[in-house]
């Protein structure tokens, strides 16, 4: 997190064969790259060849050493197997701060942050080459970005999803995470602050989609970590970009006491970050690989209904039903869900799984509508985003009643 820009240089139930995350050896890159200067956000172009990066504190930028950051490209050379010496250029640089923070699939377009040190940001900016030459970064219109004095984003290589870190007028904490989407008609949506599951009392920053857009990385200083500010992942849910699984931190092979921020990765084998464990800002490189989880089913330890009752000196009734395609909550719904919230919202350590019962040959539309109403109205009564996480299971089903269970665990 850097003033007036973004750097700070001044669960989902395991189903059987679900994926997670393991690393290999993280690898400092050479001095082509890292410098006494400090290096973050590294991102390559799609088809690997080129890595942009931003450099601070740096005599060698165009404002000089105090003045700004600067874009810095490096080429990969593929006889050394390495990065070759960084350059930077005056056509997307000049003496405030700039960064990248988007590549075309064509490796054609970037999209560029660009303010000055006492002056808020305005947006995204983009830039285009043509023979070789960038031309002059033109702002680009998104509905609705306010920013404050903070601002971070990643921009998807197609184009059509943009995340945000900045503190917004409904920020939980510090930065939030926002998102916009881009219309067939070239418009981007007004920034939606993806909520309590993902953005914590502390802050989000530096974003980052993976290829399929059903991964998103980020650093939080908010979550349970091991230092400063550490990577998370949080997996998108239903094809939705409201639910997102609880944020997993990607662990003490990447994450250090430090702030370890700046995550891409590439092909699913390869990501680079950047991380102040040596001191300085730094960019290193690290291995991924999928690891499967054979579970069978989902192995939380619920709580029983009587344990429930012991703790809030009730009985909670934790079935909901519906008519069918119904997803508004009715009167009778709200009230159980405000017992509910009235009995365990002070019971931090307690968990929430919302489970649509759903049954096979039907739609998962309503359900998933189903699941964001609970969601908001249990969120409006002050439980925390992160105490919930959903689920589905095929039932029966009946003809004209949908249940929704909720689930509670430790």
Partial sequence: MVRYLFLSLCVFPLMAGAQDMDFGLVEKLSSNINTNCDEVLPLLTPDGKWLYFVRSQCAENLGGRFTGTDIWISRFDSARMDWGRAANFDQINDSGNSAVIGISENGETLFMLRTTSNKRPEGIYTSSKLNYIWDRPALMEVTGLEPAEYMGAYVTPDQTVMIISM?????????????????????????????????????????????????????????????????????????????????????????????????????????????????????????????????EGDRRDYMTDEEIQEITGIVLQSLLYFDVGVSELNDYQKQNLIRINNSLVDQKEIKFNIIALKPAERPLESYQARLLNILDFLKEGGIEGNRIIFSTEQSGGSQNKEMVRIRFFK
């Fill in 167 to 295: 503190n917004g007028q409904d920020s939980r904490g510090g930065e939030d995470l926002y998102i916009s989407l881009r219309s067939e008609k070239g418009q981007w949506s007004k920034p939606l602050n993806m909520g309590s599951t993902i953005n914590s009392p502390g802050f989000e920053m530096s974003p980052f989609l993976s290829t399929d857009k059903k991964r998103l990385f980020f650093t939080s200083s908010g979550h349970p970590g091991l230092g400063n500010g550490d990577i998370f992942y949080s997996d998108r849910l239903y094809d939705s970009w409201e639910i997102w699984s609880a944020p997993k931190n990607l662990g003490e092979k990447v994450n250090s006491k430090y702030l370890d921020a700046y995550f891409s990765m590439y092909g699913d084998t390869i990501a680079y970050f950047s991380t102040n464990r040596l001191a300085q800002m730094d960019i290193f490189k690290v291995r991924t690989m999928e690891r499967k989880n054979v579970v």
